[in-house]
């Protein structure tokens, strides 16, 4: 039998390679929208959480708000409460290290521990994927805000701007799977497309959450 | 502060109370089931309006051009069952191309 936690390794690896076109296109969209290095770099390191640092800077280069943008972010990494609740059993620790290791709850780092079912694997692969991750998307970001960011052109030239749809589109695919997260889906689209015309920049996405109405009966 | 500044510490502090709950606060129980089938919904229609916003809006209008031809390509790489990184690539690719094509 192999290794199970080299193939945890392996795993969190992989994962920690396909955030880098993201996180590139990250960069390159702080710089686009006129932010400085490091913040580009504050995004990718405190926030640490793609969708949501992509919905933050879209609303403000969109001419959004503070507090729409800081919304809009907010509610797409509201679901890290749930992988934490998840996770909670496998990372158990003293205090200071549980509050240390929270701040990797994201979406690749718990695909990486429930791939285990071990709690103490669970532990392993989180902490692997995690870390991955986390080095992997810091310095794609710094790449793609210092070296691909002041090169509009070339973000254009190269389709890099399709990335960000495309990458929201990845993220949302496993859930059409399900009839009531379809449901909230279309709920959701039919909400930000009425508002789009009307609302402030930002608006639109953050009452797309209001889509969740149409998930919920039935259920 | 400028808004960049702001916006990223004070999403920075609200995720990582999200991110944080479960560790720190409540160890091996679970959340109320309603809420937790709550949690599970939000991001779909959050992700549906992000893939709307940054596809085919430009300010407050909509705007139909290549980025919609990477779109419809992704979501094919996707059907497909192509990983995340061969979907990325396949939507800028089909935008590059479509937007030399088009001028």
């Keep these: ?219 | 502060m400028s808004p960049a500044t702001l916006t990223f510490l004070g999403l920075g502090l609200l995720s990582y109370a999200f991110k944080a709950a479960g560790p720190l606060l409540l160890g091996g129980r679970r959340m109320p089931r309603s809420l937790e089938r709550l949690a599970t919904l939000v991001p779909g229609p959050l992700l549906a309006a992000l893939v709307i916003a940054s596809s085919i809006v430009v300010d407050r209008s909509f705007v139909f051009d290549a980025r919609l031809a990477g779109l419809a390509a992704a979501a094919i790489a996707l059907r497909l069952r192509a990983n995340f990184v061969v979907v990325v690539i396949v939507a800028a690719a089909t935008t590059a191309v479509a937007r030399a094509v088009l001028g």
């Design chain 1, 1 to 219: 039998m192999p290794d199970p936690r080299s193939a945890l390794r392996n795993r969190a690896l992989s994962i920690g390679l396909s955030t880098v076109p993201f996180g590139l296109a990250f960069g390159v969209a702080c710089a686009q929208a006129g932010l400085e290095w490091w913040e580009a770099a504050g995004f990718s390191t405190v926030v640490f959480g793609g969708s949501a640092q992509f919905a933050a800077v879209g609303v403000l280069a969109d001419g959004g708000a503070v507090g729409a943008a800081i919304a809009a972010g907010a509610l797409l990494n509201l679901r890290s409460v749930a992988f934490g609740l998840l996770l909670a059993p496998s990372l158990q620790g003293p205090l200071w290290w549980r509050a240390l290791v929270s701040q990797w709850m994201i979406d690749e780092s718990t695909a990486v521990a429930v791939s285990a079912d071990d709690p103490v694997l669970r532990r392993y692969g989180y902490l692997a994927g995690g870390l991955s991750v986390f080095v992997l998307w810091n310095a794609a970001t710094l790449v793609g805000v210092l070296a691909l960011g002041r090169a509009g052109d070339l973000v254009t030239r190269w389709g890099l701007d399709a990335t960000i749809p495309a990458a929201f589109l990845a993220l949302l695919w496993p859930r059409l799977a399900d009839p009531a997260q379809r449901r909230a889906m279309a709920l959701g689209v039919a909400i930000a497309i009425a508002l789009t015309p009307i609302a402030p920049p930002g608006i639109p996405i953050v009452a797309a959450v209001l889509g969740v109405l149409a998930g919920l009966e039935r259920s």
